[in-house]
T-cell receptor
Framework: GENVEQHPSTLSVQEGDSAVIKCTYS??????FPWYKQELGKGPQLIDI????GEKKDQRIAVTLNKTAKHFSLHITETQPEDSAVYFC???????????FGKGTRLSVIA | DAGVTQSPTHLIKTRGQQVTLRCSPK?????VSWYQQALGQGPQFIFQ???????QRGNFPDRFSGHQFPNYSSELNVNALLLGDSALYLC???????????FGQGTRLTVV
């Protein structure tokens, strides 16, 4: 079955710096790999940006997908304290569902 | 536009008991998936319901069962609770089993 590896598990950055989270997948043929942000005590919130192949940007957040290498990444620029959360990458396992999640990255933005 | 809503938000049960969790999907969505999230881990897929039928199932025992109603809402039932069932249970809704899934706030289940 599908396997998703996510790195790093924790990430601390100074406010204003950039943060990059990377994931690799094993089997999926999908062109869409969603990212979720989970704040303490809440459910995962979909980061509403699609990468498809290549790169897609929406203000401070960009997602990239490299299907040849089977990896995708989340880039956050000009980080702010409110970006602090656990971020999960996910890959569809068969067809388009269900989602297989990485183990998460705890991002801390230090003011 | 109401998002995905789950009830209750917190629940404490004793080993061996049974529990029912409820989910109402986002307006316009017809597919509901349930996930279990242990502390410090990513969500693990339990099963998915579409057109009132279980369509896909993850690696969970038969103690975990579900139902989807004609209005697309769903229930997750867990029988013979074990301490290891303590987790955050998440419901996600989507349209026609699409990958773009939206999660509720979850139900925190504690088994004592």
């Amino acid at each position: 079955g599908e396997n998703v590896e996510q790195h790093p598990s924790t990430l601390s950055v100074q406010e204003g710096d950039s943060a990059v989270i990377k994931c690799t997948y094993s089997d999926s043929a999908s062109n869409y790999f969603p990212w979720y942000k989970q704040e303490l005590g809440k459910g995962p919130q979909l980061i509403d940006i699609r990468s498809n192949v290549g790169e897609k940007k929406d203000q401070r957040i960009a997602v990239t997908l490299n299907k040849t290498a089977k990896h995708f990444s989340l880039h956050i620029t000009e980080t702010q304290p409110e970006d602090s959360a656990v971020y999960f990458c996910a890959s569809p396992s068969s067809g388009n569902t269900p989602l297989v999640f990485g183990k998460g990255t705890r991002l801390s933005v230090i003011a | 536009d109401a998002g995905v809503t789950q009830s209750p938000t917190h629940l404490i049960k004793t080993r061996g008991q049974q529990v029912t969790l409820r989910c109402s999907p986002k307006s316009g969505h017809d597919t509901v998936s349930w996930y279990q999230q242990a502390l410090g881990q990513g969500p693990q897929f339990i099963f998915q319901y579409y057109e009132e039928e279980e369509r896909q199932r993850g690696n969970f025992p038969d103690r975990f069962s579900g139902h989807q109603f004609p209005n697309y809402s769903s229930e997750l039932n867990v029988n013979a609770l074990l301490l290891g069932d303590s987790a955050l249970y998440l419901c996600a809704s989507s349209l026609a089993m699409n990958t773009e899934a939206f999660f509720g706030q979850g139900t925190r289940l504690t088994v004592v």
